[in-house]
């Protein structure tokens, strides 16, 4: 039940309201259950505040999350229809990427690792462009860990990105200057899952 | 990147199809973010399959989820206006239930807990109905911490509830027994959060 107090207030120089509006950069970690779920979550309650959201899926297949995927774009064309909310753009790795069809579509490693980078290269132009309000960039971690992005060029985007742009980034084992460079690292353990007792992943709970 | 696919098969004597279809009973807890969010993020993906959700906030001020209530009651009416997902009914603890004007409306511990039992009850109701597919039982662990509502009768419903109705609770300090008795139990723990540095929630992150 947060109470939305700080238990302390430091010395940084900064006053309550520039303090308050510093963006966000939040990290999902661990190998428990809910890290994009909740990065969905905090995209929904942005898109009720009217955020412009743009989310990137660096998945292969992104089979498991067609259910928000449908949500968000129905709430997108909400936004078209009505006003209501923000604008939704959601992007997948697939094979290459929506905005572009340079991969080859080969699926060997390289050409993942391709098209990995040129998904962050996007990113980093939208970010210069400050095109979204909140990123979710979603199993992004694995690129970093396979080293297929720069940990360090991606610290330093995130830090010198322009305006209020909040940024959502999920996946496991998050690299610890990720995490240094965080404001918000949350990490999800598993203590039980039906897995465990061989039971599947089912509709509507899964996907 | 989940899978699919159990690690083994246990010898329970029920088919695949038997334990995939056995419902969900989710706890998310842990001092972290996320635990609410990632809920929500749950009845989205169940109410894009058509799901009928219920939610229940178990605190007496909801004043951080307003967004997500927002969302998920423009859901509800996307769906009796269109047919699409599932319906949404949403109710807060508040001074009493929206369902009843039972409460005295009073803000002490002893109206409280009977606030709460008397949300604990109706959903009772509701269970043996079968009246929801999905019931997100948002800061519920409170009432059970606090001795509000028996712990021992929670895990009794739900283990003794018909049909295919999925549970997630959500709250810091589960009691073991519920963990016990869930199919699917996540801890959300705190890495780093912004308060830690003085700042204040903000509106499209926080609320």
Do not use: C
């Not at 322009?162 to 598993?190: F, N, Y």
Request: hydrophobic share 35%; net charge neutral; charged share 25%.
């Amino acid at each position: 039940m947060p109470q939305g107090q700080p238990q302390s207030v430091p010395a940084d120089g900064l006053t309550t309201r520039q303090r308050r509006n510093r963006p966000i950069t939040a990290v999902h970690t661990g190998p428990g259950k809910g890290k994009s779920t909740a990065a969905f979550g905090m995209a929904l309650r942005g898109w009720n505040q009217g955020f412009d959201i743009g989310v990137f899926q660096f998945v292969k297949s992104a089979k498991w999350k067609v259910g928000e995927e449908e949500v968000f774009r129905r709430l997108g064309e909400l936004h078209e229809q009505t006003g209501e909310g923000g604008a939704v753009e959601w992007h997948k790795m697939g094979s290459g990427w929506s905005w572009t069809r340079s991969s080859t579509g080969e699926n060997t490693q390289e050409q993942h690792a391709a098209d990995a980078l040129e998904g962050w290269r996007e990113i980093q132009r939208r970010i210069a462009d400050e095109r979204h309000d909140l990123y979710v960039l979603d199993e992004f971690t694995y690129p970093m860990k396979w080293g297929w992005v720069d940990v360090d060029e991606v610290v330093a985007t995130l830090a010198d990105r322009p305006g209020k742009q909040h940024v959502v980034i999920t996946g496991r084992d998050a690299h610890p200057r990720l995490i240094e460079a965080a404001t918000l690292v949350t990490e999800m353990t598993k203590i039980r899952h039906p897995m465990d007792d061989g039971q599947k992943g089912q509709r509507g709970i899964e996907w």
